[in-house]
């Protein structure tokens, strides 16, 4: 396997990933993927290894496939895969800094397999509410339908999609070694703070985030929700019945009071587990 450290960010897509990405990358010590050709400089679209979440149906669909979830009894958890994907990887970073950041949504449901190929890497797992993570992939999907020819998920849909990632992480969660699981809505409110944490997590000096950084995305979101709900037909079509919002719940949102956060074991850092999650 690869001894490189590596921190392997997590989310679902239009969540926050590419900014969390680009805040760490800042770090001097920290070299990240850049002017790759490839959407979003991903790594999932620079490996040969395992298939990119396109294969599954792309964004707001690909969770539903068991085949993107991976692990390290899956086939390709192997070395030859580990010195693959770290050929297809290591050219496009600075071998003089510590950690390589990797950035692909997907590994939300891949952490234990990149953990296998990767044991001395680190994961950051962003969340943010399902509703707004909906809202903002149906935008992105419709402006890409042209291209894609793919038709557009509903917000019921994208919804469970959102839960059903989270959820498939959560299971997946306790067998990490090195885990910091933050929450979008805390970040964004906060987001020196958060990146302090996020330091002290991988033992790197503080840094100062200049990044910009809009703190209402979620509230436009949010509205559009309340104007779909107050349509009968929708109320109808995706009712927000009480395991939905228990769902939700488990991973600190609320369907039915969307401002509201609770705050879940999940969140925080998580070191050397072998057992289920506990508070942080």
Not at 118 to 140: E, G
Not at 166 to 190: C, G, K, S, W
Not at 216 to 225: A, D, G, L, P, Q
């Amino acid at each position: 396997m690869i001894e490189q450290p590596f921190i392997f960010i997590a989310g679902h897509h239009r969540s926050g990933t590419s900014l969390l990405c680009a805040i760490i990358r800042d770090h001097p010590l920290v070299s990240g993927l850049s002017n790759t050709g490839v959407p979003e400089d991903e790594g999932q679209h620079l490996q040969t290894v395992f298939k990119p979440a396109q294969a599954y149906g792309g964004p707001g669909k690909y969770i539903f496939d068991k085949d993107s979830h991976m692990d390290e009894n899956h086939v390709l958890a192997n070395s030859q895969s580990a010195a693959t994907i770290f050929h297809d990887w290591s050219h496009f970073y600075d071998p003089e800094c510590h950690y390589y950041v990797e950035k692909s949504p997907p590994n939300l449901v891949k952490t234990r397999f990149l953990q296998k190929l990767f044991p001395n890497s680190k994961f950051l797992v962003i969340y943010q509410h399902p509703i707004a993570v909906a809202y903002a992939t149906q935008k992105m999907l419709a402006k890409w339908r042209h291209a894609t020819k793919r038709s557009v998920p509903s917000i019921r849909s994208l919804v469970e999609h959102s839960l059903r990632g989270y959820e498939t992480f959560m299971q997946d969660a306790p067998h990490l070694r090195n885990l910091f699981v933050i929450r979008y809505e805390d970040f964004i409110a906060t987001p020196q703070t958060t990146a302090n944490r996020i330091c002290a997590f991988l033992a790197l000096d503080e840094i100062q985030v200049r990044r910009v950084i809009h703190s209402h995305i979620n509230n436009t979101y949010f509205s559009k929700w309340w104007d779909d709900r107050s349509k009968f037909w929708n109320r109808m079509y995706f009712p927000v019945d009480k395991n939905l919002e228990q769902r939700a719940n488990k991973i600190g949102y609320s369907m039915k009071s969307p401002a509201n956060l609770l705050d879940p074991a999940i969140l925080g850092v998580h070191s050397n587990q072998l057992n289920p999650l506990g508070p942080s």
